[in-house]
């Protein structure tokens, strides 16, 4: 494996100052993770820009240094800092990956929660990745990762950062190298041949925790047909297309990962049979509020109301960040924030105890089985994922070139438009469309973007 790492910004060209100052501790930080990515077998070519001037032709000739050199991964080491001058609370890691290149937000991911666990740093985000089309990432033409190590401006952040320095290099190190090489870019910078895939080893990491925040990636039509497939007549007060849909987009607006918040409705629904205490005209599709002994829960007036609220109160458990729509989650304020960043998180906190105590004597046991509240949603989830691979959808990343692989040029046009919920029920690449078809499309675009941006 051989890996390009270089500092922040350059020696005259300043990067953020605060309690820390970006530039200097970043050239720190890069010849000790050098060090130890060279203990661990990797190849290494380190890089300080010294010459520039001012903030472009900085970036450009990192970028130009980065895509001349012989490598199978990028790495930038950066601090951050945010207005408003010198805080006290922490606010975290974040690595910064390119749109729509899951494997590098794999890697991303892997990277800030190494950071985290070794320094007590939080992850900012809930997860610590963050997608950028910055031009570090953007430019230079292999897979590449940007960290953003802490906060200078927070004093939590310099403080952990200072006290455990060695860790966290250390640790990224051990995280880079532990890790999967993602495949080569799909996106190839302007000027640069296309690229060989990039070799290196794989591994693969089952145990990893998946996150409730993040991009969805199976599309609507294919949630609603999964769904209709187990339940031919579920319980809903809108089509499940249109329930898919409010769970994708009101989770995209949010960052919560809405194919999989299906998957729990699903779960605590029983595949919108219900028949337990909640019923149907409640619109309570994730159980909120209905803690057993017939207690019934919330009743919401409509679908559009039932999805937000179960979003904004996934929202409370994986994030600290605030909400970007009202809230409509009536036991939001009763969450500790960010106390579930991961799917797994939630047995004992959103269902409680979160598994059988008929059939396991305790969470322990129901984990080890795969049984406890969180892996049921992410079984289900796996399930939806298998269905959507034979029925022939691959799983929507964006941005990514689905046209190139697909039968037809436009059926990356499509995935993307069925994605983001403005519906095209079928395929049919080719036939012209009529009127009304015209004014139905137009309509939905309406609704789901100009007037939604709008907002
Ligand atoms: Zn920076």
Redesign the pocket.
């Known amino acids: 494996m051989r890996v390009c790492i270089s500092s922040?910004?350059g020696k005259n060209v300043s990067?953020?100052v605060g309690i820390l100052n970006?530039v200097e501790e970043s050239r720190r930080i890069v010849p000790e993770v050098v060090k130890y990515l060279k203990q661990a077998g990797a190849e290494v070519i380190e890089f300080h820009e010294n010459n520039a001037r001012d903030k472009n032709s900085n970036v450009n000739a990192i970028v130009a240094f980065h895509n001349s050199q012989q490598r199978d991964l990028d790495v930038s080491v950066?601090?951050?800092s945010v207005d408003g001058g010198i805080r006290e609370a922490g606010i975290g890691v974040e690595v910064l990956y390119l749109t729509g290149n899951t494997q590098t937000h794999k890697l991303a991911s892997h990277v800030a929660r190494a950071i985290s666990n070794a320094s007590g740093l939080i992850l900012r985000r809930g997860d610590g990745t963050l997608v950028s089309n910055l031009g570090f990432m953007r430019l230079t033409n292999k897979p590449a990762i940007l960290i953003e190590v802490c906060f200078v401006n927070s004093q939590t952040d310099a403080g952990l950062y200072r006290e455990n320095f060695d860790s966290i290099c250390r640790a990224i190190a051990k995280a880079i190298t532990g890790q999967m090489i993602p495949a080569a870019k799909t996106q190839t910078a302007p000027g640069t041949a296309c690229d060989a895939p990039a070799s290196g080893k794989i591994i693969d990491e089952p145990d990893k925790p998946v996150p409730i925040m993040g991009i969805s990636s199976i599309a609507a039509e294919v949630m609603a047909v999964f769904l209709l497939s187990r339940s031919p007549e579920p319980k809903i007060n809108c089509t499940p297309h249109e329930l898919a849909m409010l769970y994708i987009k009101e989770g995209m607006a949010e960052g919560i990962r809405g194919d999989i918040a299906f998957c729990q409705a699903i779960h605590e629904t029983g595949w919108f049979r219900y028949g337990g205490d909640v019923k149907p005209e409640q619109n309570n599709f994730a159980g909120i509020g209905a803690i057993g002994a017939g207690a019934g829960g919330a009743v919401f007036d409509a679908p559009e109301i039932g999805v937000l609220a179960h979003i904004h109160h996934l929202k409370a458990y994986a994030s600290n960040e605030p909400l970007v729509s009202e809230n409509k989650s009536p036991r939001f304020h009763l969450v500790t924030r960010g106390i579930a960043p991961n799917w797994i998180d939630l047995a004992g906190r959103w269902a409680v105890p979160g598994f059988d105590s008929k059939r396991f004597n305790n969470i322990g046991d129901a984990y080890s089985r795969g049984e406890t509240y969180g892996q049921q949603i992410l079984k289900i989830y796996e399930s939806l994922k298998h269905y959507a691979s034979l029925a022939g959808y691959p799983a929507y990343t964006p941005a990514s070139d689905t046209s190139k692989n697909a039968e037809h040029w436009a059926e990356g046009s499509f995935q993307y438009l069925n994605y983001m919920g403005v519906t095209i029920h079928e395929r049919r690449f080719d036939d012209a469309p009529t009127r009304g078809e015209m004014f139905a499309l137009l309509e939905q675009y309406d609704r789901n973007f100009i007037k939604a941006s709008k907002k």
Do not use: I, P
């Open positions: 922040a910004h990067g953020a970006e950066h601090l951050n």
